[in-house]
């Protein structure tokens, strides 16, 4: 314990004030740039509002000259830029780096104002045939 008098002993621990505000930016990562929470991106919807959208369901950007775009977020404009050619949910997720549950939620959004359309994969509809998984799974196992 410290004695103030004979100022010896050890210190207890310094506890920092709260940073002020524009003095510390802890939302900033130096090394990855500013990180933005899932739930900012999708002002806190976890949901979309049109569902049955899957891993495998395909997505395709529809051309609507009179849409207005400006109101869109950049992460929607990235997905109508990417979607010109259909491209599954499993796959925008993966080249936006965004969790698929908010990329659903996007694209639900690109949905309703009708500059998307989604359709399921063959894979989807028609499963592989059993056999076929199996052999697979005993060539991995092999390796």
């Known amino acids: 314990m410290w004695d103030e008098q004979r100022g010896r002993g050890e210190r207890p621990p310094r506890h920092?004030?709260?940073?002020?505000?524009?003095?510390?930016?802890?939302w900033l990562d130096h090394d990855a740039g500013p990180v933005v929470r899932p739930y900012t991106l999708t002002?806190?919807?976890s949901?979309?509002?049109?569902?049955?959208?899957?891993?495998?369901?395909?997505?395709?950007?529809?051309?609507?000259?009179?849409?207005?775009l400006v109101h869109l977020q950049p992460e929607h404009r990235a997905i109508l830029g990417m979607t010109r050619t259909a491209l599954s949910m499993a796959e925008i997720a993966a080249r936006l780096d965004l969790p698929v549950g908010?990329?659903?939620?996007?694209?639900g959004?690109?949905?309703?104002?009708?500059?998307?359309s989604t359709f399921e994969s063959d894979t989807?509809?028609?499963?592989?045939?059993?056999?076929?998984?199996?052999?697979v799974i005993d060539g991995l196992r092999a390796l």
């Open 43 to 45: 002002g806190g919807r």
């Open 109 to 116: 959004d690109l949905l309703q104002e009708n500059l998307v």
């Open 47 to 68: 949901q979309p509002i049109t569902g049955g959208l899957g891993l495998l369901t395909h997505v395709e950007a529809l051309y609507a000259p009179e849409a207005d």
């Open 124 to 135: 989807a509809i028609n499963p592989p045939d059993e056999n076929i998984l199996q052999a």
């Open 102 to 107: 908010v990329v659903r939620v996007l694209i």
């Open 16 to 26: 920092r004030p709260p940073p002020e505000p524009g003095d510390d930016h802890t």
